[in-house]
């Protein structure tokens, strides 16, 4: 590339004059590997960006592109998700974020303790969506049934409520809310009240 | 409506950042149309998450928004009756090529904007930078002073920089409130920074086809695109990285002493945009000393950033910011026992760079500009300019690896490694210009 620069330039003044044949064939040589560079470049990002699957969001529109306008759009976006891997499907859920958030809202001063079956990243992400649409009110601990130490609770912690995610109430049981599919609520001061659910 | 006061707040924004733009621009220097944008689009966030912090001291709510609006407004002025400092010039179009490269540029841009909406924001850029902005805005604009300490908000890194939260809550200010929708927009205006600084980074280095090409194959770089979806601070950063680089590169060349102070100026951003930041202005530091080590010009760029380094060391001492250990102690004793990360690290540098799927070429320009100074290139200084630029960077982002406390650390690499190399992609997409530079493009005047 720097020899054909080099050529470029001895030649420029050749190519003013416009008397120069072999300037054109040396011009070509400069030119051919920046070329060819430059279509491998975008050869090499079109089949990264075909990986993304963007053209699979062209399907639904416009109506698809007002509605991730919504002031909810991302989170109700990652429960739609989180709950589609657990079975439910993304079009029974409508406004999932504002259901949450208008329960958590209703809940008496206090923590809420989101207990999940097992300590996986899936569910902590559960957990992150739950804590961010409780704010400002509410403060919310991740407890884990394999993990419960992840908790951190500390022992003076007001509990306001239970977070039941994928866990079922025992039969019997009764002060349980559905809030989504997958997710029930109960009201309780017990700061133990979540052994019952992990004991099952 | 909501889009309605989205637009007044970015007009805004976009007013307060021609006013500083053209304020902070050197004397007399000719601006390109698409350079002027792009830093208005960086001074203006700058300028607005600023004000909101320090005026946040002392009002709140719809006095504080309409305080930073006048300032906004008085700034936007103050830059319109100074506008014979500088003058604005439509990047030169002499040929057809150059108006489809506009064209298919602009079809880019509205792309990754669509995208940036069709798309939810990121882990990060919900559950750190956007969950900080509903905080700041649910404070009336301020962000508490509790929050830095033992909130129940550490998982948000409280001694992060607040750049990116107050942008995103000056426009839930406009809007009434949190707007996770509307906010997606904010990103891909940093894209456009970082195109509109290629574009007329070309012009600048004396390859304007090649800046052309430059910015339009920044879409050809799918990780960049994926990651301004995702609404986090990587790409305002990699924007004004790219800034204030470029005027060291264009200082290299021409020699134009006043474009270290402004360079400096740009680059203050850095450490408020996010923590990588002090790296890279770090790096850029070096840079300045190397290349003005007699002039002694390194000093009016490093004032602006150390200045802000200092005062922001100090709030975080005094609100008594909590930090999450994500690192050991740096000291000689931890570089010892963990040295045998090092090849491990360089493997994952290695295997991220080569990972076409994610960066196509982008890594493949500096092996090219390398070969270029062995070989003896002309141009030699700029060249190995711009190398350091990018290797100084990656280099100090391996070796923090060495000092994290994650186990496995490799996780923490996994984690993280390809946003930092995203910083220093738009400088090593705009060495393009510095390598392809045909002998008969001319460099623009800058007087």
């Known amino acids: ?200 | 409506m909501e889009g309605v006061l989205f637009a007044i707040a970015l007009v805004l924004m976009l007013v307060a950042g021609a006013g500083a733009t053209v304020l902070l621009a050197p004397f007399g220097r000719r601006l390109h149309l698409t350079e002027a944008v792009s830093l208005s689009i960086l001074f203006g966030a700058g300028f607005i998450s600023l004000s909101l912090f320090l005026c946040g001291f002392v009002a709140g709510g719809r006095q504080l928004l309409f305080a930073v609006a006048a300032g906004a407004i008085a700034l936007g002025m103050t830059g319109w009756r100074g506008r014979h400092r500088t003058g604005i010039a439509r990047l030169e179009q002499t040929g057809w090529i150059d108006r489809i490269g506009a064209v298919v540029i602009a079809l880019q841009c509205l792309v990754v904007a669509w995208a940036s909406v069709r798309l939810a924001l990121g882990y990060d850029g919900l559950f750190i930078w956007e969950f900080k902005a509903q905080l700041v805005h649910r404070s009336g604009g301020r962000m508490p002073v509790e929050y830095f300490g033992e909130s129940p908000w550490q998982f948000t890194h409280p001694n992060y920089p607040l750049f990116l939260p107050f942008v995103e809550s000056w426009f839930y200010g406009w809007m009434g409130r949190v707007e996770q929708g509307w906010v997606k927009l904010v990103s891909p205006l940093f894209y456009f920074a970082v195109v509109g600084l290629l574009v007329s980074g070309g012009a600048r280095l004396g390859a304007r086809r090649w800046g052309i090409a430059a910015a339009m194959l920044f879409f050809f770089i799918p990780w960049a695109v994926l990651r301004t979806t995702a609404g986090e601070a990587d790409l305002p950063l990699a924007a004004v990285y790219l800034a204030a680089a470029l005027y060291l590169l264009e200082y290299a060349k021409t020699g134009d002493g006043r474009l270290p102070a402004a360079a400096g100026v740009i680059s203050a951003l850095l450490p408020w945009v996010k923590r990588d930041g002090m790296v890279l202005w770090a790096c850029l530091l070096i840079a300045v000393m190397l290349l003005t080590v007699v002039r002694r010009e390194w000093r009016r760029f490093a004032l602006p950033g150390a200045v802000w380094l200092v005062c922001w060391g100090v709030f975080l001492s005094l609100v008594k910011a909590n930090e999450q250990p994500v690192f050991l102690p740096v000291s000689p004793g931890t570089a010892a026992a963990n040295i045998d990360r090092a090849p491990i690290i360089a493997r994952a540098i290695f295997d991220e760079m080569t990972n076409w799927r994610s960066w196509s070429l982008v890594w493949v320009l500096p092996v090219l500009g390398l070969v270029q100074v062995i070989a003896g290139a002309r141009q030699r200084r700029l060249t190995l300019l711009w190398l350091l630029l990018i290797v100084a960077p990656v280099t100090l982002y391996g070796s923090i690896y060495i000092f994290s406390a994650w186990e496995p650390f490799t996780g923490h690499i996994g984690s993280s490694l390809g946003r930092l190399l995203l910083h220093v992609a738009p400088v090593a997409l705009l060495g393009a210009a510095i390598l392809f530079r045909e002998g008969r493009e001319t460099t623009e005047q800058t007087k």
């Open chain 1, 1 to 200: 590339m720097h020899e054909g620069r080099e050529i470029t330039e001895q030649t420029k003044e050749n190519e003013t004059d416009g008397i120069n044949p072999a300037f054109r064939i040396f011009r070509l040589f400069s030119f051919a590997p920046r070329s060819l560079f430059f279509l491998a470049f975008i050869a090499c990002g079109i089949e990264g960006l075909r990986h993304l699957n963007l053209h699979h969001y062209l399907r639904d529109e416009p109506a698809a592109f007002i509605k991730s306008l919504d002031r909810d759009a991302t989170t109700d976006g990652y429960l739609r998700e989180l709950l589609y891997v657990e079975g439910v499907s993304p079009e029974s859920l409508r406004r999932p974020a504002q259901t949450l958030r208008i329960a958590l809202s209703t809940l008496p001063e206090g923590a809420v303790v989101v207990v999940v079956p097992r300590d996986e990243p899936k569910y902590n992400v559960m957990f992150m969506t739950v804590k961010y649409l409780s704010l400002p009110q509410h403060r919310v601990y991740y407890l884990p049934c394999d993990r419960p130490d992840r908790a951190g609770l500390p022992g003076d912690e007001k509990i306001a409520a239970l977070l039941l995610y994928l866990i079922e109430p025992p039969p019997g049981m009764s002060g349980h809310w559905r809030v989504l599919p997958r997710m029930t609520l109960r009201t309780t001061s017990e700061a133990e009240a979540w052994k019952a659910y992990c004991s099952q």
